[in-house]
């Protein structure tokens, strides 16, 4: 059965940095990219951040180009998301996605994905 699990999130202040981790159980993590996503209270789920299954191919938001990194821990199963010099405008809940491609080669396109988690909450302070 597969599963995707979000872990990591928490209060920290601006400037300061955070690491989420994605989870995944039962498929083949070469065969699937992953992507993050967050959502701010009254606004759209957007797209941060993806990872194709070799993990060679990164994607990222403009938002947080140069300031978030995604990696890939295969041996543990898991996709990292390093967040640093946090702004309060990163606030957000972030959820996890597997993508139904090995290259989610349209990153943002929600549809692109068919596994998410529930999500965990990050807040940044000012």
């Known amino acids: 059965q597969v599963q995707v699990v979000e872990s990591g999130g928490g209060l920290v202040q601006a400037g300061g940095s955070l690491r989420l981790t994605c989870t995944t159980f039962?498929?083949?993590?070469?065969?699937?990219?992953v992507g993050w996503f967050r959502q701010a209270p009254g606004k759209e789920r957007e797209f941060v951040s993806a990872?194709?299954?070799?993990?060679?191919?990164?994607y990222y938001a403009g938002p947080v180009r140069g300031r978030f990194a995604i990696s890939r821990d295969r041996a543990k199963m898991t996709v990292l998301l390093q967040m640093n010099s946090l702004k309060p405008e990163d606030t957000a809940i972030y959820y996890c996605?597997?993508?139904?491609?090995?290259?989610?080669?349209?990153?943002?396109?929600?549809?692109?994905?068919?596994?998410w988690g529930r999500g965990t909450q990050v807040t940044v302070s000012s």
């Open positions: 996605a597997r993508s139904a491609m090995t290259d989610p080669k349209t990153p943002g396109d929600k549809t692109a994905y068919d596994y």
């Open positions: 039962g498929y083949n993590t070469e065969n699937h990219g």
């Open positions: 990872i194709d299954g070799s993990g060679f191919v990164r």
